[in-house]
């Protein structure tokens, strides 16, 4: 069974960055595309990008909004996947998941545990 | 304000029967598959139904969904107080660059 988990809780200060890792256990990444979802408190569901293997490339797609502001990437040596969001802001403030994206068809088949971050001066 | 149209919130009382409607466009809906997520309180969402209508393995019948052009329902029958949570639509959008796009999300109460 396929288990995504996320590092811990994460406190930052306006304008600094931070990097969520998500390591699969029980599976792996290579070659399934990688999506970063957050949730800001008591709201929905907010894509944020994604990365694509494509044969022996990589393709990625980010959200408009955060377009400049988050990269997205995987280490397949460690079967990790990390999310960075820089220049923070406190809208920043939520939890922020990773989802394995299904190779058979559209869809987020596994979700990781979630991690808050939380932006505060 | 959200690209998927949910209500916020739908009620019903255990073992009754309750929809929960998505609404959306010719880009994302009407010609893309979508998905349904159940968030139990304080937990990751967790997938519910995929390709409009099919079930993972482990997710019981009394969970179903159907699209109709621009819209998909997720029924729930027999409702149970284990049900309640949040529940959210969600497709792909090829009109957008935001390519994934997501229901506001319907609170379910089991009264």
């Known amino acids: 069974q396929v288990q995504l988990v996320q590092s811990g809780a994460e406190v930052r200060k306006p304008g600094s960055s931070v990097k969520v890792s998500c390591q699969a256990s029980?599976?792996?990444?290579?070659?399934?595309?990688i999506n970063w979802v957050r949730q800001a408190p008591g709201q929905g569901l907010e894509w944020m990008g994604a990365i694509i293997p494509v044969f022996d490339t990589t393709n990625y797609n980010y959200a408009q909004k955060f377009q400049g502001r988050v990269t997205i990437s995987t280490d397949e040596s460690t079967n990790m996947a990390y999310m960075e969001l820089s220049g923070l802001r406190s809208e920043d403030t939520a939890i922020y998941y990773c989802?394995?994206?299904?190779?058979?068809?559209?869809?987020?088949?596994?979700w990781g545990q979630g991690t808050l971050v939380t932006v505060s001066s | 304000q959200s690209v998927l149209t949910q209500p916020p919130s739908v009620s019903a009382a255990p073992g009754q029967k309750v929809t929960i409607s998505c609404s959306g466009s010719?880009?994302?809906?009407?010609?893309?598959?979508v998905s349904w997520y159940q968030q139990l309180p304080g937990t990751a969402p967790k997938l519910l139904i995929y390709?409009?209508?099919q079930r993972p393995s482990g997710i019981p019948d009394r969970f179903s969904g159907s699209k109709s052009g621009t819209s998909a329902t997720l029924a729930i029958t027999g409702l149970q107080t284990g049900d309640e949570a949040d529940y959210y639509c969600g497709t792909w959008d090829g009109s957008l660059s935001d390519y994934v796009v997501f229901g506001g999300g319907t609170k379910l109460t089991v009264l």
């Open positions: 989802a394995r994206e299904s190779k058979v068809t559209t869809t987020f088949d596994y």
């Open positions: 390709d409009n209508d």
């Open positions: 010719s880009s994302n809906i009407g010609n893309n598959y």
């Open positions: 029980g599976g792996t990444f290579r070659n399934y595309p």
